[in-house]
């Protein structure tokens, strides 16, 4: 499968975004602030997902031993970066442009000229 035939082509990535925001804007239980806030600390919960994966694929629980892959964490890091790609579409409709902004910055300030 070609980059442009994968469902995660930057082409579709914010189309995608947008399909999910809407998805979840239509079940929302809590709308306003507070809404945007609670879609906000989902993050907290992934990026949690992300460090039990980490754990269970080290096997750094001696209860427990190896419980995850490598596979899973990677799984988990695309949640990671989906949720805050959602929320930021919460936060504003130029998420787009706002995080392609953002992305120049660090780029220019982190890599070699």
Not at 5 to 28: C, F, K, N, Q, T
Not at 47 to 63: D, K, L
């Amino acid at each position: 499968m070609s980059d442009q035939d994968s469902p995660a082509a930057p082409a579709d990535l914010w189309a995608a975004v947008d399909g999910l925001w809407a998805w979840l804007e239509a079940g929302r239980p809590t709308g306003g602030r507070e809404g945007l806030l609670l879609r906000i600390l989902k993050l907290s919960e992934e990026v949690g997902e992300v460090a039990q994966a980490v754990i269970g694929a080290t096997g750094q629980n001696p209860r427990k031993g190896v419980t995850h892959t490598w596979a899973d964490v990677e799984a988990e890091l695309c949640d990671v970066v989906i949720t805050a790609l959602v929320a930021l579409r919460t936060l504003t409709p130029e998420a787009r442009e706002v995080f392609a902004g953002h992305l120049a910055r660090v780029v220019d300030r982190s890599l070699p000229r």
